[in-house]
């Protein structure tokens, strides 16, 4: 027979579900740093990874299908999907998340304490609404400022983390999905991968017996930038000709 925390997290993924958010179960710690899969204490994710071989792929909002999970592992932590409308800003304060957010609200704002805010094991997740895809990220907006959006998940509020905490709403928020501030919109967005195009500095002359170290330096650059290098470069005659 299930106890009452036991029934705690299945009312909580159901009431998850009820709000729109698509849930699937976690591992969970059985004792600090201990996971509830084989490896145990070897776990190097302990209780954030899916129980389900389908993982986040699997997530919904079947009230049913919910049931049906925590029937079978009644302790288990929550997953909850991102992406499709909504991203999780995932601040990492042991890499100082608390001090990028808190530098990026004194040039933007503070943001509004109508946002959904978890605390975490060693941090806070807030959740946005959003219009249109958004892209998985680490620490690209800011240092230990992580973004999760399609293709991704967070462990929900209930949950327990490896160190022993447990994954609390703070009071003090929302409980519902607003858009996200114009300002975090912008950085989310930006950190996107793009097609980026430059224009070329002055060309310069290459010898035929330095084109080749040439290239490869030149070709070394773009390829670590991600750009397209526009215009051309005058080559002496030897390179094809």
């Given at each position: 027979m299930n106890t009452a925390a036991d029934e705690l997290m299945l009312n909580r993924a159901v009431a998850f579900a009820s709000q729109g958010l698509?849930?699937?179960?976690?591992?969970?710690?059985?004792?600090?740093?201990?996971?509830?899969?084989?490896?145990?204490s070897e776990c190097g994710s302990v209780g954030k990874h899916p129980r389900i071989m389908e993982g986040f792929k699997a997530a919904t909002v079947d009230s049913e299908q919910i049931r049906k999970w925590w029937a079978r592992w009644p302790t288990a932590n929550i997953g909850v999907a991102t992406g499709g409308g909504m991203f999780v800003l995932d601040?990492?304060?042991?890499?100082?998340?608390?001090?990028?957010?808190?530098d990026l609200e004194v040039e933007h704002g503070e943001l509004s304490d109508e946002h959904p805010r978890v605390t975490t094991g060693n941090g806070a997740h807030?959740?946005?609404?959003?219009?249109?895809?958004?892209?998985?990220s680490a620490s690209k907006v800011a240092p230990g400022?992580?973004?999760?959006?399609?293709?991704?998940?967070?462990?929900?509020?209930?949950?327990?983390?490896?160190?022993?905490?447990?994954?609390?709403?703070?009071?003090?928020?929302g409980t519902s999905l607003i858009e996200a501030p114009e300002w975090l919109e912008e950085l989310v967005v930006s950190t996107a991968p793009k097609l980026?195009?430059?224009?070329?500095?002055?060309?310069?002359?290459?010898?035929?017996g330095g084109?080749?170290?040439?290239?490869?330096?030149?070709?070394?650059?773009?390829?670590r930038v991600g750009f397209v290098f526009l215009g051309s470069t005058r080559c002496a005659k030897g390179l094809f000709g």
């Open positions: 698509r849930v699937f179960p976690l591992h969970e710690p059985t004792a600090l740093e201990t996971c509830s899969c084989k490896e145990k601040v990492d304060f042991g890499h100082d998340g608390d001090r990028s957010l808190a807030y959740y946005f609404k959003i219009d249109g895809e958004v892209k998985n400022l992580d973004i999760r959006g399609d293709g991704g998940y967070v462990v929900g509020s209930g949950s327990t983390h490896g160190n022993g905490a447990v994954y609390t709403h703070d009071v003090g928020s980026r195009l430059v224009e070329p500095s002055e060309p310069e002359d290459v010898s035929s084109r080749n170290n040439y290239l490869t330096r030149e070709g070394g650059k773009l390829r």
